[in-house]
């Protein structure tokens, strides 16, 4: 690793997208969503404990805006933070992911108070915002490229729940119809720097294995989804049913 010679700006973004195979799209507990195989209160679980990573999203891109040095970065990457807590007249991603809870049949209050967030999920998304806060920026902005596998996901779910899960109130929907524009405008900056930054084929390597770091965290929340709400195995759940 470093002695070999740094991929084509092509190949290295070939190398990027084939990571698209590692995507949760294909955890066991999204095919069932996508397939309409889960039930009411494992559709709420999934929302319950997903606000957690949304609302984390703000915190780990206002850690890249505090180690990136660059104005003209900054100033494109802030709009990122603006989705998602909203500012004057526009509510945003957030308070759209409160309400897809709220279509799904939660109260505003559950959401909120984080008290159905699993341990291994909140774990995984700690991880994450520490890494943002910690490492260089330009890793930082790397492990946002996950968001190249996202739009497919959302438009999964904007085809597929009107039909599946028909007891989730169509309004709820919003979030997904807002992240295909604004994930499509993320992911192209994102993507722009990760080319530009990392050129050598150690630095392109590196970036790599950030984005499986990025994705193993996302699996991971969904791991614990599945032990709690499919496997019927939620945390301590041997030593609770015992007593």
Known sequence: MGSEAAW????????????????????????????????????????ANRFYYQISIPRKDAAILANCPDRAVRRRWVQRIVDHDGHAGEEGGIEAWIKLGEACGLAREEIISL??????????????????????????????LTELFAPTIHRQRLAGWPERYPWIEPSGLEYFRNRLTEAHRDVEHGLE?????????????????ILRFKLEVLWSMLDAMHMAYVANMPPFFTVERAS
Do not use: C
């Not at 799209?25 to 929302?47: D, N, S, T, Y």
């Open 193 to 209: 720097l990760t080319l530009d930054l990392f050129r050598s084929r150690a630095q392109q390597e590196r970036a790599l294995a």
């Open 8 to 47: 084509s700006r092509e190949a290295f973004e070939q190398q990027l997208r084939a990571y698209a195979d590692h995507y949760h799209i294909h955890h066991p507990f999204q095919v069932a969503m996508h397939e309409g195989q889960l039930k009411r209160e494992q559709i709420q679980g999934w929302v």
């Open 115 to 144: 008290e159905r967030v699993l341990p291994g999920v909140r774990f995984a998304v700690d991880a994450y915002v520490n890494f943002a806060r910690q490492a260089p920026w330009e890793e930082a902005v790397a492990s946002s």
